[in-house]
Nanobody, 122 residues
Framework: QVRLVESGGGLVQAGGSLRLSCAPS????????MAWFRQAPGKEREFVAG???????DYADSVKGRFTISRDNAKNTVYLQMNNLKPEDTASYYC????????????????WGQGTQVTVSS
């Protein structure tokens, strides 16, 4: 069974940057869409960004212009470059995968990572 492993979270001041990475542990897969979701305490898990195997992307309005999702298919790895971070970006960030196309609902993803914490101080 494929499992996703995230890395790159941490503590950063407002205005700073972080890059998250996500790679599968175990069997690799292809022609999938991968996405980042985040969940703050007491809130629902929300879509942040997604990318297809061919590189088409989609972003939540709240992160457009600040976050960039990318992938390296040879390494089966997806990245989330987060710039100009704000305190409201503080959350646990989760990587997810599903066949072919991006979806913005968490229930449409069947493979998840354990999450990595991002904390932005003001």
């Amino acid at each position: 069974q494929v499992r996703l492993v995230e890395s790159g979270g941490g503590l950063v001041q407002a205005g700073g940057s972080l890059r998250l990475s996500c790679a599968p542990s175990g069997r690799t897969f292809s022609n999938n869409a991968m996405a980042w979701f985040r969940q703050a305490p007491g809130k629902e898990r929300e879509f942040v960004a997604g990318i297809t195997w061919s590189g088409s992307t989609d972003y939540a309005d709240s992160v457009k212009g600040r976050f960039t999702i990318s992938r390296d298919n040879a390494k089966n790895t997806v990245y989330l470059q987060m710039n100009n971070l704000k305190p409201e970006d503080t959350a646990s960030y989760y990587c997810a995968a599903r066949p072919i196309s991006i979806a913005t609902r968490r229930y449409d993803y069947n493979t998840w990572g354990q999450g990595t914490q991002v904390t932005v101080s003001s």
